[in-house]
């Protein structure tokens, strides 16, 4: 019997100029946006269309915790690679584990929490099988 | 007889770390930010509290059409003043005309112009009195 | 004898859950970096790689004035498409013209002007061959 | 003998409009400019003007590390309060804690780690004095 391997998706990445700062690197807030994309493409990936699913469900998935941490600085133009995959996925919430390399140069480290609420309410929902068969592959059978 | 005088505010914005680039100027979207809270402090000093007003009417005023003009570079932590006024409303559409400047430099000139949409279905209508009240100021009795 | 085909270029973009705002629609500053992506990745292709070229030649080409017609919202999610190509290259200034669309729907045009000026002093420069033959396609001999 | 107070400061920031994303609340991203504005403007009540110093002495304070928890979601117009400490603060790193409060209600809670690195080459510095001593504030004698 082998282990289940998790799904985990490499999202490229290239850095904007308007990304940067007066430091000449990329400033720590744009790399918020570069994780929420490669969030987006590891679910599409793994069979959910978030929009689609949000639309239809009238929940969504907020960040309600998140921490980075930053190795070595991006640089305009680079072409970063945001590898993907979920450390921790409950009823209660899912957490996204990010690791973003330029080349072989680890660059950031990241963890993003995310619950489920209803989008008119604000009320916290449970994490419906659909997000969880989405975070864990089609081998957990949720 | 008087002309009638039309509002004009002043709104001041610090610039910040992350609104630089590379270049060590502010970037040229930055800007965008800084006229639309000049828009939304304006309104509110005319009697329009924009957010109250767009939940409640359940329309919105995008923006349909802009320019900017970048005379000279702001930097960061440059305290800016945003001076605003209405160029033309009618109930087809609204124009906001900016001036940008920080101390005596004129950094930046910008038009905007807003139409009113329904927030769901997106169809065009006409720009309420209330709105209209607050662009041009009390005098006109609209 | 046929008319020189001036470049072209297709920049696709996927669209951010944070590009939106709270009317549901892209909000009107995330276009302009579509743009500047849609534009590093013209010069990318017409031989200039801006950042190289940038660093080494201590000149930039900055923004001077844009302007914006939003014709049909963006979506979340959204695939767009940014045609981009130049309507006027001269030694003062460059004007790139933009087209997005979603599918067959044309959302917004725009116009892009930029200046060469010095990275240190702020100093307007010639804009230089190099740039130039970029804008124009290798066809003109710059 | 009283124990020595550190400074706190508090910094009020209105919501833009764009701040926020079609979940109609202000975007997990956007708390990263608020809580620069407000470390900006903590250093700056503290003796410390950081864009005046970071050109003279050509040394900066990039984020290494950063940690957010969202409590309560904020809103478009919203007037938000930073209140902003340091937590911790050495030769190696600085650490600023943030609470984010929008009347009585607590939104967020962060923690961001800066440490000094050479502008022109990324390289690690000791914290500097005047640095440390807007930090702990005048009473530790730094």
């Known amino acids: ?7 985990r998706t490499i999202h490229r990445v290239r850095v904007g100029y308007g990304d940067t700062d007066q430091a000449r690197v990329v400033h720590h807030a744009s790399y918020l946006r570069y994780l929420e994309q490669a969030r987006v493409e590891f679910l599409r990936d793994n069979g959910l269309e978030y929009g689609t699913w ?6 969504g998935l907020p960040v309600v ?4 941490r930053y190795r070595a600085p991006a640089r305009f133009d680079d072409l ?18 990010y690791r973003v390399r ?3 140069r680890v ?10 609420v209803g989008l008119e309410d604000g009320v916290l929902h449970r994490v ?4 969880l068969r989405a975070c864990w592959g089609p081998a957990h059978g949720v």
Chains 1, 2, 3, 4 share one sequence.
Not at 54 to 59: A, Q
């Open 1 to 7: 019997m082998t282990a289940v391997e998790r799904p």
């Open 54 to 59: 949000e639309k239809k469900e009238k929940v």
């Open 65 to 68: 915790e998140l921490s980075v």
């Open 80 to 97: 970063l690679e945001i590898e993907t995959w979920v450390g921790k996925a409950t009823r209660a919430s899912i957490t996204f584990v």
């Open 102 to 104: 330029c080349g072989i």
């Open 107 to 116: 660059l950031a480290d990241a963890t993003v929490r995310l619950a489920c």
């Open 128 to 131: 419906p099988d659909e997000v």
